[in-house]
């Protein structure tokens, strides 16, 4: 059999979605009539559900969550307390006193400044000038 033209359907509704309470067709009463217990606002849904959504705390605003702190340390402070060939790591960066204790971020070494010494960088974010400063002295980053 062939499909004829006026058998066509369209793919899509037609029928636009009910917009109530914003003037215009469905503005003042809304389609729910003048007056009575039908027509007023609130208490549509079961008291539980209800109870818990009043116990979420109201956020309001735009929500931006900021990207996670960092221990941010330059190369220069690496070379005023680290010896030559020596690891640096979050660990000892906490014994030498430049990290506080107990607090766990991330460290991040930055390229100011500059070192001959030849650091074995683990388990800290390097930039990338960090890591050509490093490199160039002779050290080495493993992640």
Do not use: W
Not at 107 to 117: A, D, M, P, Q
């Amino acid at each position: 059999m062939i499909m004829q033209i006026h058998e066509l359907r369209p793919k899509n509704k037609t029928k636009k979605e009910k917009r109530t309470g914003r003037g215009g067709k469905r503005g003042t009463y809304c389609g729910r009539g003048v007056k009575g217990q039908k027509a007023r606002a609130g208490r549509k849904m079961p008291p539980i559900i209800r109870e818990l959504i009043k116990s979420y705390p109201k956020l309001r605003g735009y929500k931006f969550s900021p990207l996670k702190k960092c221990f941010v340390i330059n190369v220069s402070l690496l070379d005023k307390a680290f010896t030559d060939k020596e690891k640096v790591t979050p660990k000892t960066l906490i014994k030498k006193g430049i990290l506080p204790k107990g607090k766990k971020y991330p460290v991040k070494i930055l390229g100011r400044g500059n070192t001959k010494k030849q650091f074995q960088v683990e388990d800290c974010l390097v930039s990338k000038s960090a890591k050509d400063i490093i490199e160039k002295a002779g050290g080495s980053i493993d992640h």
